[in-house]
């Protein structure tokens, strides 16, 4: 069974620009969660994604938005980043029932300059 | 507001010691708590979730334990091997009654094995 797949692994953006990464759950996972990792700030949660609808949301601001499409899979957007964006950005998918246990992929490396 | 705490930051061990990791929360309203690894420049694995209503779980040389009365968890690592390093995370999921995906991590226990 393939496990979260992200896309891009890594990828270099100037300040200003947008970004767009993705994330494809295990497969029959319907739950699909953003998490950012800094090393000051530690892993942080973004967003959490159900059946296309967003359920939760962390304090992050308006400028990261996300969706999840009706296959599962989702996207998130970071627009006008700043330096303070360059982080690792992970996806974690979850069953729709159980323990409530994430898998999580590999993540996508940003580096803003 | 919740908190989770690791201690210590970081921890070096020869080879072959057995070791205890420290997991502390503020709230003791959790869902369930997960304990993690993470290699340099990784993703998460998840190495042991217990639910709120259980004590403990064991996987292998892990054993992962909670006391929710008391706001803290240990994961225990038997016979260390020099592929046991890595930064170990635990985190606690919030919500009582369905998880949401909104976990709040540690800073995490970075761990050297010696050989």
């Known amino acids: 069974k393939a496990g979260v797949t992200q896309t891009p692994r890594y990828l270099i953006k100037t300040r200003g620009q947008q970004v767009t990464l993705s994330c494809s759950p295990i497969?029959?996972?319907?739950?699909v969660s953003w998490y950012q990792q800094t090393p000051g700030q530690g892993l942080q949660f973004l967003f959490e994604?159900?059946?296309?609808?967003?359920?939760n949301k962390g304090n992050f601001p308006g400028r990261f938005s996300g969706r999840q499409f009706s296959n599962s899979r989702s996207e998130m957007n970071v627009s006008t980043l700043e330096l303070g964006d360059s982080a690792l950005y992970l996806c974690a998918s979850s069953p729709t029932t159980g323990t409530g246990e994430l898998f999580f992929g590999e993540g996508s490396r940003l580096t803003v300059l | 507001k919740q908190e989770v705490t690791q201690i210590p930051a970081a921890l070096s061990v020869p080879e072959g010691e057995n070791l205890v990791l420290n997991c502390s929360f503020t709230?003791?309203?959790?869902?369930?708590l997960q304990w993690f690894r993470q290699d340099p420049g990784k993703g998460l694995t998840s190495l042991l979730l217990i639910q709120s209503s259980q004590r403990e779980q064991t996987s292998g040389r892990l054993n992962a334990s909670l006391d929710k009365s008391s706001g803290r968890s240990t994961l225990y690592i038997a016979a260390s091997q020099p592929g046991d390093s890595a930064t170990y995370l635990c985190?606690?999921?919030?919500?009582?009654?369905?998880?949401?995906?909104?976990?709040?991590f540690g800073k995490g226990t970075k761990l050297s094995v010696k050989p």
């Open positions: 709230d003791s309203a959790i869902y369930n």
């Open positions: 497969s029959g996972h319907r739950s």
């Open positions: 994604y159900f059946s296309e609808t967003q359920r």
């Open positions: 985190a606690a999921d919030l919500l009582y009654g369905g998880s949401q995906g909104n976990l709040i």
